[in-house]
């Protein structure tokens, strides 16, 4: 029995409902479905162009918030910057006459000026201090509500060494430090000056002073900055370390670098590049603090030399504009119900004429074709309609029974196919490790056919206790002839082994042999050679086959691309010379077909020579079996999704001593 006509026309969804409804839901459904679709558009079209009047106004925004963000902090910082650029000049003048009490009164005057100021300094270069002065390193600074004094070097601290010395020192200029966590647990900055004296030989360096700078007013500056709801400003250093962030245990203990090498993230990465390198920027970020959509800007501080963002979210911008979005769909959605019920009054009129065909039709729908149909009535579009159901259902029937012929013929040639793929790969070696008891070498080989049946081979096999054939063809063309032609050529070049050993001379008479009534003028690329396991003597020769490669135990890798001739097969008569190589303790042999160094990704980009030496220079410490193992794998990850054109085949041999 046709299977067809086994089936229910429930089977197929088709209930008890009447065909008129089925034919009035189409109508329905087009019209309203057409006025709902331009509704959408509409609806769609008024949300880009809020959302893209909005987004700009939020460019616009952060950009404007970073950049003001940077002047403010920069207004804070140059006038402190400035207190102690003046200080520094004033000692220029008067270090040598000044005494050290003198030096503690303007210190306290500095403090008392700045609040921002948690404590300054004038250091000595040793050799320079005055003889009267008691201290070398006068520190005058903030405790709690009074002021304190300090001398840095009688704590055995060698401030010659610290950055805030040493860097003004040496680059003899002014210098910002890196912000530190001070020991009372506040977060600091120290701006240091070079103070030099007047000698004849020019400038001399006398020594630093130096200003420390609390950062707790930064996190109030930058929790001031209108930023909406879900918005919220940083502050990194120089090298990239948060100064000041939502996050307090992000703050001063890690930078953008480390986050984003704890987090495996390179785009933090690049957008942490970009913000050190002194140009303003904006960008669309996933906000660190929200995970929400956001727009990103940062700009840079002229006197530190830091960098301040902000992060504006979008995605609240996103919920303003769907609420409006929504109350326009409301309004749309009212009008599409009341074309659905004037639509629907017009189709039902529409449909009775065709109720008949409609009764008889499920039938069909579920496989019986020999359903009645109802005779053609009138010359209308419906009776055309039923004549077209007639003429339909014959050829149906005819098509059926030939693409149920059709079918089983394409099932035995697949069956064959297998058969033959089972075959063919039945005529290679598969069991590796190839000869366990030998500890003289290493030997392993794969092979991938792009079809059913392929065209490659490789083959080996041991001549005596001392000598291993190793051999690696490519025929042209695929599928069916390919597969024959390479059984035939695998069976000669066999025997021509066991009867010569001469590389040059067996593909001499393996081509003369194929020669021979080769109309089709198939041909074979290949590769063989015979190798001396206990000198490394190694004899080949090469037939238009790829050059394989030798894998020196020093980690250079060359390629064996001579002698060569031409493919085996199309004319007799051809000369193959024979070459030879030493290999070490520890060389290795890659033989390969084309499908391996031409395997092409979906983008036709191939996948190369320079990729294949890459994975032989990282794997010269691997066995042969999880070098080729490694190879396919970057081979087949290279590709992808694209259909492979060629068979893969490898074989790789390594002599151990």
């Given at each position: 029995?046709?299977?067809?006509?086994?089936m229910?026309?429930?089977?197929?969804?088709?209930?008890?409902?009447?065909?008129?409804?089925?034919?009035?839901?189409?109508?329905?459904?087009?019209?309203?479905?057409?006025?709902?679709?331009?509704?959408?558009?509409?609806?769609?079209?008024?949300?880009?162009?809020?959302?893209?009047h909005?987004?700009?106004?939020?460019?616009?925004?952060?950009?404007?918030?970073?950049?003001?963000?940077?002047?403010?902090?920069?207004?804070?910082?140059?006038?402190?910057?400035?207190?102690?650029?003046?200080?520094a000049?004033?000692?220029?003048?008067?270090?040598?006459?000044?005494?050290?009490?003198?030096?503690?009164?303007?210190?306290?005057?500095?403090?008392?000026?700045?609040?921002?100021?948690?404590?300054?300094?004038?250091?000595?270069?040793?050799?320079?201090?005055?003889?009267?002065?008691?201290?070398?390193?006068?520190?005058?600074?903030?405790?709690?509500?009074?002021?304190?004094?300090?001398?840095?070097?009688?704590?055995g601290?060698?401030?010659?060494?610290?950055?805030w010395?040493?860097?003004?020192?040496?680059?003899?200029?002014?210098?910002?430090?890196?912000?530190?966590?001070?020991?009372?647990?506040?977060?600091?900055?120290?701006?240091?000056?070079?103070?030099?004296?007047?000698?004849?030989?020019?400038?001399?360096?006398?020594?630093?002073?130096?200003?420390?700078i609390?950062?707790?007013?930064?996190?109030?500056?930058?929790?001031?900055l209108?930023?909406?709801?879900?918005?919220?400003?940083?502050?990194?250093?120089?090298?990239?370390?948060?100064?000041?962030?939502?996050?307090?245990?992000?703050?001063?203990?890690?930078?953008?670098?480390?986050?984003?090498?704890?987090?495996?993230d390179?785009?933090?990465?690049?957008?942490?590049?970009?913000?050190?390198?002194?140009?303003?920027?904006?960008?669309?970020?996933?906000?660190?603090?929200?995970?929400?959509?956001?727009?990103?800007?940062?700009?840079?501080?002229?006197?530190?030399?830091?960098?301040?963002?902000?992060?504006?979210?979008?995605?609240?911008?996103?919920r303003?504009?769907?609420?409006?979005?929504q109350?326009?769909a409301?309004?749309?959605?009212?009008?599409?119900?009341?074309?659905?019920?004037?639509?629907?009054?017009?189709?039902?009129?529409?449909?009775?004429?065709?109720?008949?065909?409609?009764?008889?039709?499920?039938?069909?729908?579920?496989?019986?074709?020999?359903?009645?149909?109802?005779?053609?009535?009138?010359?209308?579009?419906?009776?055309?309609?039923?004549?077209?159901?007639?003429?339909?259902?014959?050829?149906?029937?005819q098509?059926?029974?030939?693409?149920?012929?059709?079918?089983?013929?394409?099932?035995?040639?697949?069956g064959?196919?297998?058969?033959?793929?089972?075959?063919?790969?039945?005529?290679?070696?598969?069991?590796?490790?190839?000869?366990?008891e030998?500890?003289?070498?290493?030997?392993?080989?794969?092979?991938?056919?792009a079809?059913?049946?392929?065209?490659?081979?490789?083959?080996?096999?041991?001549?005596?206790?001392?000598?291993?054939?190793?051999?690696?063809?490519?025929?042209?063309?695929?599928?069916?002839?390919?597969?024959?032609?390479?059984?035939?050529?695998?069976?000669?070049?066999?025997?021509?082994a066991?009867?010569?050993?001469n590389p040059?001379?067996?593909?001499?008479?393996?081509?003369?042999?194929?020669?021979?009534?080769?109309?089709?003028?198939?041909?074979?690329?290949?590769?063989?050679a015979?190798?001396?396991?206990?000198?490394?003597?190694?004899?080949?020769?090469?037939?238009?086959?790829?050059?394989?490669?030798?894998?020196?135990?020093?980690?250079?890798?060359?390629?064996?691309?001579?002698?060569?001739?031409?493919?085996?097969?199309?004319?007799?008569?051809?000369?193959?010379?024979?070459?030879?190589?030493?290999?070490?303790?520890?060389d290795?042999?890659?033989?390969?077909?084309?499908?391996?160094?031409?395997?092409?990704?979906?983008?036709?980009?191939?996948f190369?020579?320079?990729?294949?030496?890459?994975?032989?220079?990282?794997?010269?410490?691997?066995?042969?079996?999880?070098?080729?193992?490694?190879?396919?794998?970057?081979?087949?990850a290279?590709?992808?999704?694209?259909?492979?054109?060629?068979?893969?085949?490898?074989?790789?041999?390594?002599?151990?001593?």
């Amino acid at each position: 029995m046709n299977p067809a006509e086994r089936m229910n026309p429930a089977d197929l969804g088709i209930g008890p409902v009447p065909a008129k409804a089925r034919l009035r839901n189409r109508l329905l459904v087009s019209t309203v479905g057409i006025a709902g679709l331009i509704l959408c558009g509409l609806l769609l079209w008024n949300y880009l162009s809020f959302r893209e009047h909005l987004t700009e106004e939020a460019q616009v925004r952060a950009r404007f918030l970073a950049d003001g963000a940077a002047d403010r902090i920069d207004a804070t910082l140059s006038g402190l910057q400035s207190l102690v650029d003046g200080m520094a000049l004033s000692l220029s003048a008067t270090s040598l006459d000044l005494t050290l009490e003198q030096m503690r009164t303007l210190q306290r005057e500095a403090l008392h000026q700045q609040p921002g100021l948690y404590g300054t300094t004038f250091a000595w270069l040793p050799e320079r201090k005055p003889p009267d002065w008691g201290a070398l390193a006068p520190f005058s600074y903030r405790d709690g509500d009074r002021l304190a004094y300090h001398d840095l070097a009688h704590d055995g601290l060698d401030y010659l060494d610290e950055d805030w010395f040493a860097l003004p020192r040496f680059l003899g200029r002014a210098v910002w430090t890196e912000p530190y966590i001070h020991y009372t647990g506040k977060r600091m900055v120290t701006y240091s000056v070079p103070v030099w004296l007047a000698s004849p030989d020019g400038p001399l360096l006398a020594g630093v002073v130096t200003s420390d700078i609390e950062l707790d007013w930064l996190d109030r500056l930058l929790a001031d900055l209108p930023l909406g709801e879900q918005g919220y400003a940083l502050l990194i250093s120089r090298n990239g370390v948060y100064i000041s962030h939502p996050t307090d245990t992000i703050a001063m203990r890690e930078s953008v670098f480390s986050l984003a090498e704890a987090r495996g993230d390179p785009g933090l990465r690049q957008v942490g590049q970009s913000m050190l390198s002194g140009d303003p920027g904006m960008r669309p970020w996933i906000g660190w603090a929200t995970g929400e959509k956001s727009w990103l800007a940062w700009g840079r501080l002229s006197t530190t030399g830091w960098t301040s963002a902000v992060v504006i979210s979008q995605t609240q911008l996103d919920r303003e504009i769907a609420r409006l979005t929504q109350l326009q769909a409301l309004a749309g959605g009212g009008g599409l119900i009341l074309l659905f019920l004037a639509v629907g009054w017009i189709a039902r009129s529409i449909t009775r004429p065709i109720t008949a065909l409609s009764e008889a039709a499920p039938g069909i729908a579920a496989g019986n074709l020999d359903a009645p149909l109802p005779a053609p009535k009138g010359q209308d579009e419906i009776a055309r309609l039923t004549t077209i159901f007639h003429a339909m259902r014959d050829r149906l029937k005819q098509y059926i029974a030939d693409l149920e012929e059709t079918t089983a013929a394409r099932e035995r040639i697949n069956g064959e196919l297998r058969i033959a793929s089972d075959i063919q790969m039945d005529l290679v070696p598969k069991t590796f490790p190839a000869f366990p008891e030998r500890n003289d070498m290493d030997l392993c080989a794969i092979i991938q056919p792009a079809r059913e049946v392929g065209g490659d081979f490789y083959d080996f096999m041991l001549l005596d206790e001392e000598h291993v054939f190793l051999a690696i063809a490519d025929v042209s063309g695929k599928g069916v002839p390919a597969a024959l032609f390479m059984a035939v050529a695998r069976s000669l070049l066999r025997a021509e082994a066991k009867i010569d050993r001469n590389p040059g001379r067996m593909l001499e008479r393996l081509n003369d042999t194929l020669a021979e009534h080769n109309d089709a003028c198939m041909f074979v690329t290949l590769f063989c050679a015979v190798v001396c396991l206990s000198d490394g003597t190694v004899t080949y020769a090469n037939a238009g086959h790829n050059p394989p490669l030798w894998l020196r135990t020093n980690g250079s890798i060359e390629w064996i691309d001579s002698p060569t001739g031409i493919a085996a097969g199309p004319m007799a008569g051809l000369q193959y010379d024979t070459g030879h190589i030493q290999l070490a303790a520890g060389d290795g042999l890659l033989l390969y077909t084309d499908g391996v160094n031409e395997a092409t990704d979906p983008d036709n980009q191939l996948f190369g020579n320079e990729r294949l030496l890459e994975r032989l220079h990282a794997s010269q410490s691997l066995s042969c079996r999880e070098t080729l193992d490694a190879l396919l794998a970057d081979i087949l990850a290279h590709t992808g999704e694209a259909e492979q054109f060629d068979d893969i085949t490898m074989m790789m041999f390594r002599r151990l001593s």
